[in-house]
């Protein structure tokens, strides 16, 4: 099962930015929070990661607590093409382990409208 | 990131034949996934797949219903063994790549069983 909870929908206006918030209150402290989207008709996409530190990439950003039980994933300007299903994962990062299998939930369903 | 392409791209196949997918990837990686995600349902891990040893299936899935095959560093193949209506679904591979072992997603083979 996963380890995260995500709502179940949501909405944004273009331009805006979307906020994604993620429960993962039984993390370990050698598990990563990694985020994926999959637009409709494709493969998922990776977006960010972080272990405890906030991240910024050409992307979005990724703000962890500092007990990280939550986190939440900011997509600054949303546009029409950042409507997709965003998942909230995590798993600890290393080659091999079944700990590090990507588990994925129902995800937030993100639609952004004009 | 690697880049990943499937063949087919979709199929549509008759109950009790099989299919075989391929997956090939850009670059030489270690690791390499095959996932199944079932009409309007998030995806489930099939099996990992690393080069030079058997594959290693999750719960649930068994050898004998999806051999794969992973012959070299950069091209892996899953095939869907007597086909039944059940197993339409989109099967996807995955390799893990990057300095936290992000997971890069193929297109998917989106699978018809009639």
């Known amino acids: 099962d996963a380890k995260t909870t995500q709502p179940t929908s949501m909405d944004c206006a273009e331009g805006r930015a979307a906020n994604l918030p993620c429960n993962h209150s039984?993390?370990?402290?050698?598990?990563?929070v990694y985020w994926y989207r999959q637009i409709h008709s494709q493969g998922p996409q990776y977006i960010i990661h972080?272990?405890?530190n906030n991240e910024t990439n050409e992307m979005a950003s990724l703000i962890i607590t500092e007990d990280r039980k939550s986190s939440t994933l900011i997509l600054p300007h949303a546009t029409l093409r950042d409507t997709a299903v965003y998942y909230c994962?995590?798993?600890?990062?290393?080659?091999?382990?079944?700990?590090?299998?990507?588990?994925f939930g129902k995800g937030t369903k993100l639609s952004v409208k004009p | 990131s690697a880049v990943i392409s499937q063949k087919p791209s979709r199929d549509i196949c008759q109950r009790g034949t099989s299919l075989t997918i391929q997956c090939q990837v850009d670059s030489q990686v270690t690791m390499m996934f095959w996932y199944r995600q079932q009409p309007g349902q998030s995806l489930t891990l099939i099996a990992t797949?690393?080069?030079?040893?058997?594959?290693?299936?999750e719960s649930g899935f068994v050898i004998d219903k999806f051999p794969i095959s992973r012959p070299n560093l950069t091209f892996s193949t899953l095939t869907v063994s007597n086909m039944s209506p059940e197993d339409s679904s989109i099967y996807l591979c995955?390799?893990?790549?990057?300095?936290?072992?992000?997971?890069?997603f193929g297109p998917g083979t989106r699978l018809t069983v009639t």
């Open positions: 972080g272990l405890k």
């Open positions: 995955s390799v893990e790549d990057g300095t936290h072992y992000e997971q890069y």
């Open positions: 039984t993390i370990s402290g050698n598990e990563y």
């Open positions: 797949a690393n080069q030079g040893s058997e594959a290693t299936y």
């Open positions: 994962i995590v798993r600890v990062a290393n080659y091999g382990g079944s700990q590090g299998n990507l588990i």
